[in-house]
């Protein structure tokens, strides 16, 4: 799947720039955001944090 941040963004109601620190790892993410970026990503939220049960 190709999505730009910018794309990402718009669809869970962030900022580019929000999208680009949690991708470098530069901020602490909530489980709320987080299941807002698997939302606009269409996978589950397990998926998203590695959840390997």
């Known amino acids: 799947m ?3 941040q910018e794309e990402l ?3 869970a109601g962030h900022h580019q720039t929000y999208i680009g620190m ?7 993410i909530s ?4 299941k807002k970026i698997a939302d ?3 996978v589950k939220l ?3 944090i590695g959840n390997d049960d």
Request: hydrophobic share 45%; with cysteine; proline share 0%.
């Open 9 to 11: 963004a718009f669809r």
């Open 40 to 42: 606009a990503l269409n």
């Open 22 to 28: 949690v991708e470098r790892g530069e901020c602490s």
């Open 46 to 48: 397990d998926y998203l």
């Open 31 to 34: 489980l709320l955001n987080a």
């Open 2 to 4: 190709s999505i730009s």
